[in-house]
């Protein structure tokens, strides 16, 4: 009986054995910045619907089925990322250097750490940091070209907010969860954001300089001020002294009023007494001049107008009878015209030639004779009729070529043989 709980005890103790190590082999606990990937298995999505070929173990244990499910281990722990972008162009066109700090992880909820297993399971820390490095490098750029290199400098704080803004969408996607940014420094190889410093300064400088002279005009002010009460103190002394010395002189004029009233009176007087004859001495010296004026340029001018418009009638009247006569005698003209025919035709275009043959035969044309050339006369015999011939040829060809053919025979002969 004793040997039967003896092998009974070893067979559950090598059973209680066996059992740890599989459980131990099959047993996976998840530590608190980890997450715990068993494949093989299909589960539905919490949130969407659709089913996944893993589960997911975060902060807890569980049990791999044998043979038919693998586990892998994701780490959850922050990964820090520098970032530093060159040449990012600004919105006023200005490249700037950005150099900042980022921390990103991988989410430890559902869905993005489904989107986290499904694009990073299995790959290094290294290659996540540089995917992500990548993105939020991209993204800097991006935000960089919305603001100018005033709001990316001097507001880092709205800065990082926007660009956390900004790549939060894309590294959700991916998977990836943003913790933090910050950046460090902002500068530009182009010195544009110290020359802003320099303009700053020397805007603290000139306000420091305008509150000088602010200063000193106040006590400028402040002085004028002070020499022009006392230059009124001064004034108002003499001004009661001028006003006792008007009081004197008011007295004085006074006492002599009358006698000057009655001085001024007598001068009015005779002032207007002198203007009085002198408005009549003008209204008759117009009269005058406007009787003169009439008889010198008025009448002369009206006798001239009158003299002019009956040498106008004149004319007139004889240019309405000339031209009566005429177109009189233009209506006969064409009357007889009528009358004639056909020959009262030939015999006004007969009229209208006779005039014209002069000129058309050159009779009153000047003549000029350039040469006369005697040609032989009497015996009809044929000597005489070939002088004559080459006589006439020989003055004809000279006129129409200008070549004395006689004279050019004579050189060519000589004077012996003409």
Known sequence: MGGVIVVLGLTALIVFLLVSFMVRRLLYVSAP??????????????????DVGYRIVRGGRALRVPLFEQVDKMDLSNISIDIEVRGAYSKGGIPLNVHGIANVKLPGEEPLLNNAIERFLGRAERDIRLIAKETLEGNVRG????????EVNEDKTRFAQTLLDEAEHDMNRM??????????????????????GRIRGATVRMGATIAEANAQADATVQQVQNWAAAETAKLGADLAIAQ??????????????????????????AQVAQIAAEIERQKARALQVKRQLDADVV?????????????ARGQAATVIERGRAEAEALKKLVEAFRKAGPSGREVLALQKLLPLI?????????????????????????????????????AQFQA???????????????????
Do not use: C, H, W
Not at 143 to 150: D, F, G, I, K
Not at 299 to 311: D, H, L, S, V, Y
């Open 33 to 50: 910045n980890e997450a715990l990937v068993f494949s093989g298995g299909l589960r539905r999505v919490v949130g969407a619907e659709r």
């Open 143 to 150: 935000v960089v070209a919305q603001l100018t290199p005033e």
């Open 175 to 196: 998977g990836l969860v943003l913790d933090n940014l910050k950046v460090i420094n902002v500068t530009d190889d182009s010195g544009y954001l110290n020359s802003i």
């Open 244 to 269: 006792q010395e008007m009081q004197k002189r008011i007295l004085d004029a006074q006492t002599r009023r009358e006698a000057m009233i009655a001085e001024s009176q007598g001068q009015v007087y």
């Open 299 to 311: 009448q002369p001018a009206e006798a001239e107008r009158r003299a002019r418009e009956e040498q």
């Open 358 to 394: 002069g000129d058309i035969a050159g009779a009153r044309q000047k003549l000029t004779i350039g040469k006369v050339t005697v040609l032989p006369g009497g015996g009809g015999d044929g000597a005489s009729q070939l002088a004559r011939s080459a006589i006439g040829a020989a």
């Open 400 to 418: 129409a070529t200008g070549v004395d053919v006689v004279d050019a025979l004579t050189k060519r002969l000589g004077p012996g043989e003409k």
